[in-house]
């Protein structure tokens, strides 16, 4: 958009990975190329809460495009690595960061971005956080009202406190008394609301009595950071969403024993009006209708005795194959760059900044083999990041990392050939 092209840009070609260090802004940015257009990403030297930016140069009009950025973006990357995978995400690696916040994708052509752009008709790219080890598949309950799911899933909670948790919701609302933002819901306002609508971060919502509701993605995956399973008690249409989004989850519809049973609990709640009675069964009906036909739940339950109809939950829930345990590390920190190879077998390192010769943390080299990424942490340390079963995505977390400890001697790694 009027911006001088930068040289290291025009000089590259296709298949070389460029990072530069650019001295006027203190910024480091790396360059990778794919389907005739660079993706540039930058980040600020200094500390802060400066976000990542990105822009795209493409190759053939030589001109800037500013993308639209969705996802929850990684802070302050003072020093970064990046390289194309699978040709629809890069995978960017911060230094000077902790284990468990180091590891990002940036999206440029994955299934969610595809669908980013006809919905607005611009450039997309989209951030995922990157998370070691898989984690419990979050529950999604779903049934009419006066069926009974928020009995059966207070039920739950009581029993299993340590096991499961509610994402918090949002709302533009404003509190009641004696509700605390963040523990009954995360209260936000309207323009901010939409905003966060129109990037995607939300699962599902609607708006009721003039006030918006919704459970965001992030709210789910705060949850399923903490090793629990996330339950969401939402309705069909929002079923329908979260089926749609990157999560993977458990898909439960709670069905009365009948209809006429149903309408018979929804009168001795005694709470509503019958202009209210009449709507939820009008509702009820189809919900059922799509549960039972082309709906997006993967199991049927019928709570016709409370006891019974719980006990065949858990059974359901413990019948579910169980995801390995989120992976925790430690106060680990790495530096990370990668060795790259173009066609000419040229090496390429990472430069490191005069900045950073008096830093107690070394830069090392990454090194790749079989779809496995090595990272050198500190002057001896050295991981295994397996990226070859990676689950989810934007705008949530991308799941399925596998990081373990790797022999190394003298700054070099041992055993790679054998692997």
């Not at 940015?29 to 400066?50: C, H, I, L, R």
């Amino acid at each position: 958009m009027g911006e001088e092209v930068p040289e290291y840009i025009l000089n590259s070609s296709v298949e070389k990975l460029s990072v530069a260090y650019d001295s006027e802004s203190a910024a480091y940015q790396t360059s990778t190329n794919f389907a005739n257009k660079m993706y540039v990403v930058k980040g600020s030297e200094y500390g802060g809460n400066s976000p990542t930016n990105v822009k795209i140069f493409d190759n053939i009009t030589r001109s800037w495009i500013i993308p639209t950025v969705l996802g929850m973006k990684p802070i302050h990357v003072g020093g970064h690595s990046a390289v194309l995978l699978n040709k629809d995400r890069i995978l960017i690696v911060k230094r000077d960061s902790e284990l468990d916040d180091c590891i990002w994708f940036l999206e440029v052509d994955t299934p969610f971005v595809k669908e980013q752009k006809k919905v607005f008709g611009t450039e997309v790219v989209a951030w995922s956080k990157g998370v070691a080890g898989n984690a419990p598949k979050p529950i999604v309950i779903s049934g009419p009202s006066g069926v009974g799911k928020g009995t059966l899933i207070n039920k739950l909670m009581k029993e299993f406190p340590s096991t499961y948790g509610f994402s918090v919701s949002h709302t533009t609302r404003a509190p009641r008394e004696k509700e605390s933002d963040g523990v009954h819901y995360h209260f936000t306002d309207r323009i901010t609301m939409e905003q966060d609508i129109r990037d995607g971060k939300f699962l599902e919502f609607a708006s009721v009595h003039g006030n918006l509701y919704g459970t965001s993605i992030e709210a789910v995956e705060v949850v399923t950071d903490s090793r629990k399973r996330c339950i969401l008690d939402i309705d069909v249409q929002g079923a329908r969403s979260v089926r749609a989004s990157s999560i993977d989850a458990i898909f439960i519809f709670i069905c009365p024993p009948s209809f006429e049973e149903l309408e018979k609990r929804l009168r001795a709640r005694g709470t509503e009006v019958e202009e209210q009675i009449q709507k939820r069964l009008r509702n009820a009906k189809a919900e059922l209708d799509e549960a039972k036909s082309h709906g997006p739940f993967d199991h049927l339950l019928v709570n016709d005795e409370l006891e019974f109809c719980y006990d065949n939950l858990k059974k359901l829930i413990a019948s579910d194959e169980l995801a390995t345990p989120l992976h925790r590390s430690s106060k680990l920190y790495c530096n990370v760059a990668f060795k790259y190879s173009d066609f000419s077998k040229r090496s390429y390192k990472y430069p490191v900044h005069s900045a950073m010769k008096n830093s107690k943390i070394l830069v090392s080299d990454v090194e790749f083999k079989r779809d496995k990424t090595f990272l050198h942490c500190g002057d001896k340390d050295l991981l295994l990041l397996d990226i070859s079963s990676l689950k989810g995505g934007a705008p949530g977390r991308t799941r399925g990392l596998n990081v373990c400890p790797v022999e190394s001697s003298g700054g070099c790694v041992n055993g790679i050939a054998q692997l």
